[in-house]
């Protein structure tokens, strides 16, 4: 059966402040970048409006600094683990 198509700013409104996202990764090439940066931009939002919005994230390699630092400038990482970059 065919999955939905979303928008990264549709999939990153289904994840929820205090949740755990899991991706893969392979240095900034292999990692996603669509969806942390419309992370990125919504823990902005909340934290502007007064709200909490942090992940825990879990990553199978490291990503780069379109994952780890727009999340990270956003201030919307509260555990990070395994890889860092």
Do not use: M, N, W
């Not at 059966?1 to 928008?7: G, I, M, Y």
């Not at 549709?10 to 893969?24: K, N, P, V």
């Amino acid at each position: 059966f065919p999955f939905p198509e979303l928008t990264a700013e549709e999939a990153a409104s289904l994840i929820e402040h205090g949740q755990t996202l899991g991706c893969s990764g392979f240095t900034a090439a292999g990692s996603v970048k669509a969806i942390p940066s419309a992370l990125a931009k919504r823990a902005a939002d909340e934290h502007a409006a007064g709200r909490p919005f942090t992940l825990g994230i879990l990553t199978g390699a490291s990503t780069g600094p379109s994952f780890d630092g727009a999340l990270a400038k956003a201030e919307a990482i509260h555990f990070r683990t395994p890889y860092q970059s």
